[in-house]
């Protein structure tokens, strides 16, 4: 079974900034997959954060989060990275990533934020925005 790892949460104050890091393991290469960021907040559903292409092929945000956070892939490290900047207490949540294989980016209407496409998840990190 393919376990995705995060890492990076934590606790900061509204307007500080946090990176938070995906690593697969070996033999599991993320260039091939679509990967994204997804959230879950006490009470709330699951919703989609970012995404970013096989091989870096585009990169997709919810309008919540463009302009703060910023998505990107390190195929040397294979390694997939969300940088937040700019957060806001409603952020919080446990913050994960997922990978999929990507076909449904190939729509004309990429439906990257459908949690249920996504075969592979990692266990979650917490992120804590103090106001």
């Known amino acids: 079974e393919v376990q995705l790892v995060e890492s990076g949460g934590g606790l900061v104050q509204a307007g500080g900034s946090l990176r938070l890091s995906c690593a697969a393991p070996?033999?599991?290469?993320?260039?091939?997959?679509?990967v994204s960021w997804f959230r879950q907040a006490p009470g709330r559903e699951r919703e989609a954060v970012a995404c970013?292409?096989?091989?870096?092929?585009?990169?997709y945000y919810v309008d919540s989060v463009k302009g703060r956070f910023t998505i990107f892939s390190d195929t040397a490290k294979n390694t997939v990275t969300l940088t937040m900047d700019s957060l806001k207490p409603e952020d919080t949540a446990v913050y994960y990533c997922?990978?999929?294989?990507?076909?449904?980016?190939?729509?004309?209407?990429?439906?990257?934020?459908?949690?249920?496409?996504?075969?592979?998840w990692g266990q979650g990190t917490q992120v804590t925005v103090s106001s």
């Open positions: 070996s033999g599991f290469t993320f260039d091939d997959y679509a």
């Open positions: 997922a990978a999929a294989i990507p076909l449904f980016l190939r729509d004309q209407s990429p439906l990257w934020f459908r949690a249920d496409l996504y075969d592979y």
């Open positions: 970013i292409g096989d091989r870096s092929d585009g990169t």
